[in-house]
């Protein structure tokens, strides 16, 4: 709580969750440990909201015109002798369907993790839900740490602003939009008119967290939770191209932070001394 009074910004979602958490940490014995469980979550809510507070443009050039070269390099659709990212190809052909499926899948982003957090624990999965929670946390930490490495801006600021940078652009929902005015609700304009982290398109966290859900339950005996999220795989990343939010790049971008986070969690942290702290961690939940 201090630390985003005197430094980020305190805002009633941090106030709604500190009360929640101190609530169950003197409640009793299984909503305290339960509040415990969560604090991973906590940490990567935390950090993500604390970027904000720290422009990544302020530490490192942020990547326009070279991001957008290199994706019509790698993916570029050629079309009467003009080269086209695949965003620039969607802006062109829109469809209603299109717009239903990225919207859904988009809405998943985060709470799809948790959720699938919430059923492991609740159902005493505490060896899976622990390796989830540390897969997910590492993987989001990983790509903050893109964010501040390679700042780069989303296709849709090339599409409205160009290969200009303009520190104070605002937040925009993009192709989300359309889904908006789908469904008759403005959904994704408050999203993101309260986004302030515009320059972090690489690596896509959209595509990103879905995909720690399918790897991770590849550990469960049911086969249907891994057929839901590779649906919800494939809506993310169709999405995030779709919608002008990400290029093809940042979403590779995006898998290959959780295929880190993935490696050092099973193949670090659970064949070291390290895993200690795993199995502490387990005995408090």
């Known amino acids: 709580m201090a630390w985003f009074i005197l430094v980020v910004g305190i805002t009633p979602f941090q106030i709604v969750v500190f009360t929640a958490l101190t609530t169950m940490f003197i409640a009793g014995r299984w909503p305290r440990r339960t ?14 909201d604390s970027l904000k507070a720290f422009p990544n443009y302020l530490y490192n050039t942020i990547h326009i015109e070279d991001l957008y070269l290199l994706e019509k390099k ?17 802006l062109e052909h829109q ?5 239903l499926i990225s919207g859904l899948s988009y809405l998943t982003w985060v709470p799809l993790p948790l959720a699938f957090a919430l059923v492991l624990y609740l159902r005493g999965n505490k060896r899976i839900f622990i390796n989830f929670s540390f ?28 290969f200009e940078f303009i520190a104070d652009t605002p937040c925009a929902a993009a192709g989300m939009s359309r889904f908006d005015e789908l469904i008759g609700w403005p959904i994704f304009q ?25 790897l991770v339950s590849f550990s469960l ?5 891994r057929i839901l999220f590779f649906l919800v795989t494939c809506g993310m990343w169709f999405g995030a191209v779709y919608s002008s939010h990400h290029y093809i790049l940042d979403v590779l971008g995006g898998a290959l932070v959780v295929f880190m986070a993935y490696g ?22």
């Open 35 to 48: 509040a415990f469980a969560l604090m991973p979550y906590w940490v990567y809510v935390t950090t993500y």
């Open 74 to 90: 790698f993916f570029g659709l050629t079309r009467m002798g003009d080269v086209l990212t695949p965003n620039e190809f969607y």
């Open 95 to 99: 469809f209603w369907l299109y717009d």
């Open 135 to 162: 897969v997910f946390v590492l993987a989001n930490l990983l790509g903050f740490i893109g964010y501040y490495l390679y700042p780069a801006a989303p296709p849709w600021y090339v599409q409205i602003v160009g």
């Open 190 to 214: 408050s999203i993101y008119a309260n986004n302030k982290v515009v320059f972090a398109a690489m690596p896509s966290m959209h595509a990103a967290n879905p995909l720690s859900c399918l």
């Open 221 to 225: 005996k049911n086969s249907w939770p």
């Open 264 to 285: 050092i969690v099973y193949g670090l942290l659970r064949r070291t001394s390290l895993n200690e702290i795993l199995l502490k961690f387990e005995a408090r939940i």
